[in-house]
């Protein structure tokens, strides 16, 4: 009798342990959020507020005092080219040089325009929206 009892007790633990286990599978990440359109055609393409000719007054005015020390001593002159992104709320970001002088111009040009006001965004297909900007940036010793 003991013997049938411990056969029966081997026969349930096994088949306890037989039993299949189901490896739980976390469910799929959401899909990530679209980033939003940025354009670089446009209806009506962002510009400074007050008007290009007060943003380069702007511009002028901040790069009169910060001039490279290198590029003045090496008489370093040229133009910057920077592109840039606008966003909806006037916002600068993704600044980056595409054509570059050197001697620290770069650096400061950058500085400049971070520092630039904001601009009036772009508008695509009646509202405001993202869009893509260049702006050369002339360093001229006087």
């Known amino acids: 009798m003991k013997k049938h009892i411990y056969i029966l007790f081997l026969?349930?633990?096994l088949l306890g342990l037989s039993q299949v286990v189901k490896a739980q599978v976390p469910p799929p990440p959401p899909p990530p959020?679209?980033?939003p359109e940025i354009?670089?055609?446009v209806?009506?393409?962002a510009q400074p507020i007050g008007g290009y000719k007060a943003f380069y007054r702007h511009i002028a005015?901040?790069?009169r005092y910060r001039y490279p020390s290198l590029a003045?001593?090496?008489r370093v002159q040229g133009v910057v080219l920077i592109e840039f992104v606008v966003h909806k709320n006037g916002r600068l970001?993704?600044?980056k040089v595409l054509k570059s002088v050197g001697s620290g111009c770069d650096e400061v040009a950058l500085q400049v325009l971070?520092?630039?006001p904001k601009w009036r965004p772009a508008i695509q297909r009646g509202r405001p929206t993202q869009s893509k900007c260049r702006i050369p940036i002339r360093f001229q010793i006087l």
Do not use: G, W
């Open 11 to 13: 026969l349930l633990l």
């Open 33 to 35: 959020e679209p980033e």
């Open 39 to 41: 354009f670089v055609l």
């Open 43 to 45: 209806e009506e393409k």
């Open 61 to 63: 005015r901040s790069l």
């Open 72 to 74: 003045y001593r090496n």
């Open 93 to 95: 970001s993704n600044m």
């Open 114 to 116: 971070r520092r630039a």
